[in-house]
């Protein structure tokens, strides 16, 4: 059933588990929503019509369709006469997603506090487990998407759709900006951090929680390159990855 493999990564290969999508187009959307999570596809991509039906094995309407609800999700840019292209977000963008995640995400975990179970927690630490087990073993792609899927899942105890359809695409566009702004915080790090955040689910600490997660994605917003003008000449001059 999944299209044939092709050199280009808009193949979803991995997401036997997830629901799978009502349509084609919805199909290619969520290739290439994954493709960008899993930093197999970067910012500035040109998305040929042409090619991708090819890749889909679907008419270039349903790839216009799929283009047009990327571009919805702020994913894609639709340029009259060039195309379609995998968007490069601003820095005023940037930190725009930053600062709502923030809101969100503090707000999101401290009301989880009152309502989580135990088994949601044991859910929590399976996650985590599987996070730490993927950056150990430096798979670049997992780690990437799980890191990512941590905040989705929170949003998703916490049983408000809205809320996780939100943080969803907040996720995605948080993936292009790392991609597009070279995030040098470590998956390790995020890791380290994604534990305490449950430590303090775990005892129903409200404000320490939102407080680490405020941190954490602070960290994470530091950690990218936004500001040409604090660019630290060492790290410039002397690149240590
Ligand atoms: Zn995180």
């Known amino acids: 059933m999944p299209p ?7 193949v979803a290969s991995h997401d036997a588990g997830r629901s799978v999508p ?4 919805a199909r290619i959307v969520e290739s290439v929503t994954a493709a960008i999570i899993e930093r197999r596809l ?3 991509t040109k998305l040929s019509e042409q090619k991708m039906a090819d890749i889909f094995h679907v008419s270039r309407t349903l790839v216009r369709q799929a283009l047009n609800q990327l ?6 840019t639709l340029e009259p006469a060039r195309g379609a ?18 809101m969100l995400e503090a707000a999101m975990v401290r009301s989880l506090c009152a309502q ?5 927690i044991a859910e929590l630490r399976a996650h985590l487990r599987d996070e730490a087990a993927a950056v150990a073993r430096t ?4 780690r990437t998407r799980l890191l990512a899927d941590f905040h989705v899942v929170l949003a998703r105890l916490g049983g408000n759709e809205v809320l996780a359809q939100l943080l969803a695409d907040l996720l995605s566009r948080s993936s292009l900006i790392a991609l597009m702004y070279q995030s040098s915080h470590s998956a390790a790090h995020s890791q380290l951090e994604h534990e305490r955040i449950v430590d303090a689910l775990e005892q129903r600490d409200a404000e320490a929680a939102a407080a680490l997660m ?3 994605l602070a960290a994470v917003e530091q950690n990218l390159h936004l500001d040409p003008h604090t660019a630290d000449l060492s790290a410039a001059l002397l690149p240590t990855l």
């Open 85 to 102: 292209f995998v968007a490069t977000p601003s820095v005023a963008e940037a930190r725009q997603v930053f600062q709502v995640r923030t």
């Open 71 to 76: 571009s919805r999700d702020r994913l894609v």
């Open 4 to 10: 044939a493999r092709s050199p280009l990564t808009l």
């Open 139 to 142: 798979d670049v792609t997992g």
């Open 116 to 120: 989580i179970t135990d088994r949601q």
């Open 214 to 216: 405020e941190r954490h």
């Open 22 to 25: 009502a349509s084609a187009s």
């Open 42 to 44: 970067m910012p500035g």
